[in-house]
């Protein structure tokens, strides 16, 4: 989760309700004699400069380029002077993802400034590689106009894929500004519930320990000395058959936190395979549910709490009190 950070000074998406324009640019260019003998994604890379080489050796490679008419697809087929190039440029997957999807989302509350969101196990908060379509941004595009006005479309925090639970969404720019300085100020309250690998000897800790890139894994986060200051509360609920329960606070938002924090103490979360924990009970993903969140209205400075209750498959694992 990421919880900090300024807000854009634009918008990440203004037209985002233009479908149906998807016509693609087409360029065409003649072999020059500077350029006989060289490759071809190099002499489209001169048809097309303002795109990275790679983006235009996958259009290459999907069949997009042309070579006298016909079809190449092979980025260092060698060209010939004289013969003619066609181009067509099309879109990049990042540069679509910023669209209107309708999507069920699970609302727990909302009014004109904000939504809370229970959001399920497997659905991705904002758009990334490998997955541009089919996340909860653009499912908010689709659920109300004014998330097209608002940078990230209101999100001011996340859950990772597989992490189940609530989420406060903006829906006006006040709202979003109040909700993010809130959070960095650590106004914002946010537990988990979680079974950790292993029989945790400590009743209650508090884990401070900085959380940073792993440096041998650019997938994973770890314990590092120039990592971002993290603290997470635990509070140790039950042991069962080598299986921990616990009840997790977040002082802090940094990525992959409690996940990072419990496998440094030698416990990771049960079915969390990035950090080490091993599939038991059942679970099959990492076993993390943001069940309780609590903050002051960001308009009216209301006290609002809520909680939600564990999704299927970590109640089905979770011990019995």
């Known amino acids: 989760m990421s919880t900090s950070g300024p807000l854009a000074a634009e918008p990440i998406a203004t037209e985002v309700d233009d479908p149906e324009d ?4 087409t360029r065409e260019a003649t072999v020059s004699a500077g ?3 060289r490759r071809l994604d190099r002499c489209v890379v001169s048809m097309a400069p303002e795109f990275s080489r790679s ?3 996958s259009l290459i490679e999907a069949g997009h380029v042309k070579v006298d008419g016909q079809v190449q ?14 181009l067509e440029l099309v879109p990049t997957a990042q540069s679509q993802a910023f669209h209107a999807e309708p999507m069920t989302l699970a609302i727990v509350y909302e009014d004109q400034h904000l939504l809370v969101i229970d959001k399920p196990v497997g659905l991705v908060v ?3 590689a490998g997955h541009w379509s089919g996340t909860l941004l653009n499912g908010l595009l689709s659920h109300h106009r004014g998330a097209a006005e608002l940078p990230r479309a209101g999100i001011v925090h996340r859950l990772d894929k597989d992490t189940s639970g609530l989420m406060v969404v903006a829906k006006t720019l006040p ?3 109040a909700l993010v300085r809130s959070i960095a100020a650590r106004e914002v309250d946010r537990v988990y519930l979680a079974l950790a690998t292993g ?6 800790a508090s884990v401070e320990a900085p959380v940073g890139r792993d440096p041998v894994s650019r997938l994973r986060m770890a314990v590092v000395a120039s990592g971002k200051a993290a603290r997470t509360d635990v509070l140790r609920l039950a042991v069962v058959d080598g299986v921990t329960a616990l009840r997790c606070k977040l002082h802090t938002g940094r990525t992959h936190q409690i996940r990072v924090h419990l496998a440094h103490k030698g416990f990771p979360l049960v079915a969390d395979a990035l950090y080490g924990g091993r599939p038991m009970r059942g679970m099959q993903r990492q076993a993390l549910h943001a069940a309780e969140l609590s903050f002051k209205h960001p308009i009216t400075d209301e006290p609002m709490h809520f909680t939600t209750p564990l999704p299927a498959d970590l109640a089905a694992a ?4």
Do not use: C, F
């Not at 998807?22 to 640019?25: F, I, L, Q, R, S």
């Not at 010939?80 to 066609?86: A, C, H, M, N």
């Open 73 to 86: 697809q092979t980025a260092s087929r060698k060209v010939r002077i004289g013969q003619r190039l066609w």
């Open 126 to 128: 904002h758009p990334a």
């Open 318 to 321: 979770w011990p019995s009190p």
């Open 175 to 177: 709202a979003m500004t």
């Open 199 to 204: 029989a945790v000897p400590w009743v209650q």
């Open 22 to 25: 998807t016509a693609h640019e």
């Open 35 to 37: 350029q006989h003998g």
């Open 55 to 57: 983006h235009l050796q």
